[in-house]
């Protein structure tokens, strides 16, 4: 059984920094790719970053440059970094698994958690 569980989330001002963690609670297979997706308020989900086993990585490119995405295969955990948030980046923020060549497949999600950016 595979869990995923988000944190980090809360209220900043803009220009500011969070970091998001995702726990992987059971073991997944390595050809896996970990991904952080967002909802904002009255928008579809939409992904934000991906990473493969290997630390290949993608990111939308509103998102590029101040974002980054990385894992930590011995801890079980995938990473968001924040950084010079914007108000639009506000959301909820999940992180999901797919399967590696299964793009639009996402096999595990976690809760979400909030990323509010206001001053």
């Known amino acids: 059984q595979v869990q995923l569980v988000e944190s980090g989330g809360g209220l900043v001002q803009p220009g500011g920094s969070l970091r998001l963690s995702c726990v992987v609670s059971?073991?997944?297979?390595?050809?896996?790719?970990m991904a952080w997706f967002r909802q904002a308020p009255g928008k579809e989900r939409a992904l934000v970053a991906n990473?493969?086993?290997?630390?290949?990585?993608y990111y939308v490119a509103s998102v590029k440059g101040r974002f980054t995405i990385s894992r930590d295969n011995a801890k079980n955990t995938v990473y968001l970094q924040m950084n010079n948030l914007i108000p639009e980046d506000t959301a909820v923020y999940y992180c999901?698994?797919?399967?590696?060549?299964?793009?639009?497949?996402?096999?595990?999600w976690g809760q979400g958690t909030q990323v509010t950016v206001s001053s």
């Open positions: 999901a698994a797919r399967r590696a060549g299964v793009p639009g497949k996402y096999d595990y």
């Open positions: 059971g073991r997944i297979s390595r050809n896996y790719v």
């Open positions: 990473i493969s086993w290997s630390s290949s990585t």
